[in-house]
């Protein structure tokens, strides 16, 4: 079964609006990724925080992570159309040097 | 132009026949992957490579054999076997060490069987 799983699934929203994406995964971990993918194309490392950080920032990028709950945000602020895109996490089991994926939330920024 | 290249890009195969992708990557990194995504799914991992000569199994490893000869190169060949191969397939690389580092992807394969 899947390491993380992604809610909501979809999420549409204004542009300019804030876009919020959870995470939650089942095992413990050394680091949890997120990362973009644009329809049909490759997937884009967004950011990973460390099993011991507890808040990360790049851009308009706020990701949070409670290993206490096992679960993870990525928070997007003031987003723009070209945002629209899926958005995964990724753990790494903690012991592996694999990813395990979960099965993604699909944004839509309308304009 | 550092990166990681999959060819080609659309691919269409008859029921029987084996088919290869091809994944080149220029960025010098000792592990890479290969995934499988289906609609609206997440990633699952077919096989993965930390160094050359070497690759283990993924979780989804049946009907489908790769090789690792070259540190650049890691191909994947889906079989006969292989009874739903109609999906999207994306390549990875990354640096062996530590665990869990960033993955870079190709641009994607996607595989229509006839």
């Known amino acids: 079964s899947q390491q993380g799983e992604e809610d909501p699934q979809a999420l549409s929203i204004q542009e300019g609006e804030n876009a919020t994406m959870n995470c939650s995964y089942k095992?413990?971990?050394?680091?949890l990724q997120w990362y973009r993918q644009n329809s049909g194309r490759g997937l884009v490392h967004l950011i990973l925080?460390?099993?011991?950080?507890r808040e990360k920032h790049s851009g308009r990028l706020r990701v949070t992570l409670d290993t206490s709950k096992k679960s993870s945000s990525l928070l997007i602020t003031a987003s723009r159309a070209a945002d629209t895109a899926s958005y995964f996490c990724?753990?790494?089991?903690?012991?592996?040097?694999?990813?395990?994926f979960g099965s993604g939330t699909r944004l839509l920024v309308r304009p | 132009d550092g990166g990681i290249t999959q060819s080609p890009k659309y691919l269409f195969r008859k029921e029987g026949q084996n088919v290869t992708l091809s994944c080149e990557q220029n960025?010098?990194?000792?592990?890479m992957y290969w995934y499988r995504q289906d609609p609206g799914q997440g990633l699952r991992l077919i096989y993965y490579?930390?160094?050359?000569?070497?690759?283990q199994k993924g979780d989804i490893a049946e009907g489908y054999s790769v090789s690792r000869e070259k540190k650049e190169s890691f191909p994947l060949t889906v079989t006969s076997a292989q009874k739903n191969p109609t999906a999207f397939y994306l390549c990875?690389?990354?640096?062996?060490?530590?665990?869990?580092?960033?993955?870079?992807f190709g641009p994607g394969t996607r595989l229509t069987v006839l």
């Open positions: 990875a690389s990354s640096t062996r060490a530590p665990r869990g580092n960033e993955q870079f």
């Open positions: 095992t413990s971990i050394n680091n």
């Open positions: 925080i460390r099993s011991n950080e």
């Open positions: 990724a753990t790494d089991g903690g012991s592996s040097y694999k990813l395990i």
């Open positions: 960025l010098n990194h000792d592990a």
């Open positions: 490579s930390q160094i050359v000569n070497d690759f």
